[in-house]
């Protein structure tokens, strides 16, 4: 019997198993009148031996118990980031995939209606990303080349000392910010980013009204989604933020890390 | 059949981690973050109505999935800051690597490959998946399996034996 010679895929499909037992038989039969190919075949072969060997002794080390132990975590457990676990007790969000209602499923949407239960600056948020993310002419009030006018009068106007993250690391730029009115007729910031690809994401900054946080008023980091944007929003002492985007939930994520990180 | 039956799994993902990632304490980091997605997921697992010992191989085939999942996230980011495009179509005139003619070994060499051709080849090489397997844990199809563990063996055999790679486009060295 004879063959033409076997392409480069029949080849691998050989010193894998993957050919029928007669194909595979052909190409034996080829590679034994056909020395050069028949070296590169057994090099194959040794490849895959010497990758079947490699870290062959992690096989028989012991387990590290904090491998053993990830089996016992809670199922809805979820493991922030270090900078995050550190100073935060835990609540998970909305349409996360690991919601509060479902035994481990993937959560279902948020129900209607579930959207009124978020805090007010978080749907002040949504709204005011909503409206300036598609902004072309006139995404902020003031840009990023004024900076420190921008800190300070929306410092004055919040009435706390505000601080801008930078995001430059993860590829977002300072766009600028704005000043919007907020629940009973208080001061709210919008910060804008862009990366080179256009994507925007919005942090926005709203001051807690007194009494309204209290003291056993956990620190929680939820997520929520509003069409394909996600937000991830976190209350730090009397401030409110909330970061939103179009973006994965594991971008967001690395965004919202960021931020919380400086501004903490 | 419950969480526990996992454990029996961590050897061997520990090992293939090690390969994946190269370096020990993120290998194992790896594998922690995949039995913790296990124990958020386990009530999407599944397992086949066939004997135990199919079904041991499906846990473990799907607990690679879920690392899978938790290492292409990794490498996405990661590849926005350090790495060159792993393109599937062969890229001549492109080569980032030293053309030094250095013979590197196994561990080093498979460092140098891209991610997504690491996977294909650890999962076919060491792990003995079969093409269709690998292609349904890493959600690609078939002939990109085929395609990404033919060019990653040859990037591999160019590299130990210190041939400068010609149409290679590997991961930019650290």
């Known amino acids: ?41 057994a090099a194959l072969q040794a490849q895959c031996a010497g990758l079947q060997a490699l870290h062959a002794q992690v096989l028989d080390e012991p387990v590290p118990p904090r491998l053993r132990r990830a089996l016992r975590r809670p199922p809805l457990q979820w493991r922030w980031p270090h900078a995050l676990a550190a100073g935060m007790m835990l609540a998970l969000g909305l349409g996360t995939g690991y919601g509060l209602g479902g035994a481990g499923h993937d959560a279902s949407p948020p129900a209607a209606g579930a959207l009124a239960q978020l805090p007010v600056f978080v749907r002040e948020a949504a709204a005011a990303h909503a409206v300036y993310v598609p902004e072309q002419r006139h995404p902020v009030e003031v840009a990023a080349q004024q900076q420190a006018h921008l800190v300070q009068w929306l410092s004055k ?13 993860q590829g977002f730029h300072l766009v600028g910010g704005r000043l919007l009115p907020g629940e009973a ?46 937000g991830f929003y976190w209350i730090d002492g009397r401030q409110g933020y909330a970061v939103s985007a179009a973006l994965p939930r594991e971008r967001l994520h690395v965004l919202a890390e960021a931020i919380y990180r400086q501004l903490g | 059949m419950d969480i526990d039956d996992a454990a029996a799994h961590i050897p061997r993902l ?113 792990e003995q998946y079969s093409y269709a397997e690998t292609a349904r844990m890493l959600g690609i199809p078939i002939g990109t399996v085929m395609s990404r563990l033919a060019r990653a063996r040859e990037q591999l055999r160019r590299l130990m034996e210190g041939e400068a790679p010609s149409r290679v486009a590997l991961k930019a060295v650290k």
Not at chain 1, 16 to 28: M, N, Q
Not at chain 1, 157 to 169: C, H, I, M, Y
Not at chain 1, 209 to 222: D, I, M, R, V, W
């Open chain 1, 1 to 41: 019997m004879s063959m033409n010679r076997p392409d480069e895929t029949t080849l691998h499909a050989w010193v894998d198993g993957e050919l029928a037992p007669e194909r595979a038989a052909e190409v034996a039969q080829w590679l034994s009148a056909h020395p050069d190919e028949a070296a590169r075949a």
């Open chain 1, 157 to 169: 106007r919040l009435g706390v000392p505000l601080k801008v993250p930078t995001l430059d690391a």
């Open chain 1, 185 to 230: 007729g208080q001061a709210r910031a919008q910060f804008m980013y862009q990366d080179a690809a256009g994507e925007r994401v919005t942090l926005y900054v709203s001051v807690l009204p007194q009494g309204k946080t209290t003291a056993a008023a956990p620190t929680a980091f939820q997520w929520t989604r509003d069409g394909s944007t996600l």
């Open chain 2, 14 to 126: 520990r090992r293939y981690a090690r390969a994946l990632v190269g370096d020990a304490a993120r290998a194992d980091d790896l594998v922690q973050d995949t039995l913790e997605r296990a124990c958020q997921k386990w009530a999407l697992w599944r397992p086949p109505a066939a004997p135990a010992d199919q079904v041991q191989a499906a846990l473990r085939g799907w607990l690679l999935t879920l690392m899978h999942n938790l290492f292409a996230n990794q490498w996405r980011e990661a590849a926005r800051e350090r790495t060159i495009d792993w393109d599937e179509a062969p890229e001549p005139g492109h080569d980032p690597t030293p053309a030094l003619g250095l013979r590197l070994d196994l561990e080093r060499a498979l460092a140098l490959l891209a991610p997504q051709a690491r996977e294909v080849l650890l999962l076919v090489a060491m």
